[in-house]
């Protein structure tokens, strides 16, 4: 049971001591009934994922404890990483949406690349890639038994594969534009104010402070300040203490 569950969206296999973590911080959760005891629990989550394990099930758990110990901001970063590897997860979806304050079933405006390749949001990232590699293979496999019984029919479908193929690797790089080349960030404490300047003697950048759970794009950093976009308006730039923020 547990095995499974890290194994859910995960991108390498884990060892048993971690399996055995995992289960302790599921313990952990399930025994917590205060916000402190569930920050506890996140931490536990925290520690499988700093020995280099990627697993949406963990991130997606760790995401559910910080919401139970009223830490918003950081249960929607937890939700943001671990749709990249449970992209079809309702329960994820859901929570992801409450932690931004939007109703289950709310869907922002999509890029039109996003509706030409339909199925961007049905598998999950590292799925992309492994697809990609597939449809490789296998019309180099099929393309070679074509050439070799002289088969027209055969070099048709690696034909067909290799489109496939090519369009798996544009997914891919797109996820990869946006999930790696991209980085991303959310304010975890509240009223946060965003300068003109990397430091507390610029003036304010917008008219109000920071709510805890705002996104944003990372423009730039210059030692523990960030240069950060809003997500829903390109024109607003400012900075904000690295400290103020969870980067990912």
Not at 4 to 9: K, P
Not at 86 to 113: C, H, I, S, T, W
Not at 192 to 197: L, P, T
Not at 208 to 219: C, G, I, P, Y
């Amino acid at each position: 049971m547990v095995l499974s569950a890290i194994g859910a969206g995960g991108c390498r296999p884990s060892d048993p001591a971690v399996y055995a973590r995992f289960e302790t911080a599921q313990q952990a959760f399930d025994a917590a009934a205060t916000p402190d005891e569930f920050q506890r629990a996140a931490a536990l989550y925290q520690e499988i994922l700093d020995t280099g394990i990627v697993s949406g099930a963990v991130l997606y758990n760790q995401g559910n404890a910080f919401m139970r110990a009223e830490m918003r901001g950081r249960a929607l970063a937890c939700y943001r990483q671990a749709k990249r590897y449970r992209p079809r997860d309702p329960y994820l979806e859901a929570n992801l949406q409450n932690a931004r304050g939007l109703a289950a079933d709310a869907e922002g405006a999509k890029p039109l690349f996003e509706y030409l390749l339909f199925w961007q949001d049905w598998i999950s990232f590292p799925g992309k890639f492994r697809a990609s590699l597939a449809s490789a293979m296998a019309t180099l496999v099929i393309a070679a038994i074509g050439v070799w019984w002289k088969r027209k029919g055969l070099l048709r479908i690696s034909a067909s594969m290799l489109c496939i193929g090519i369009a798996f690797v544009v997914s891919s790089t797109y996820d990869w534009y946006r999930f790696v080349h991209i980085q991303h960030g959310v304010v975890v404490e509240g009223a946060v104010v965003a300068r003109k300047g990397n430091g507390t003697s610029y003036e304010p950048a917008f008219n109000k402070s920071l709510d805890a759970a705002t996104e944003f794009t990372v423009v730039e950093r210059r030692d523990d300040w960030l240069l950060i976009r809003l997500d829903e308006d390109t024109e607003k730039e400012g900075w904000i203490p690295l400290d103020g923020a969870v980067v990912y």
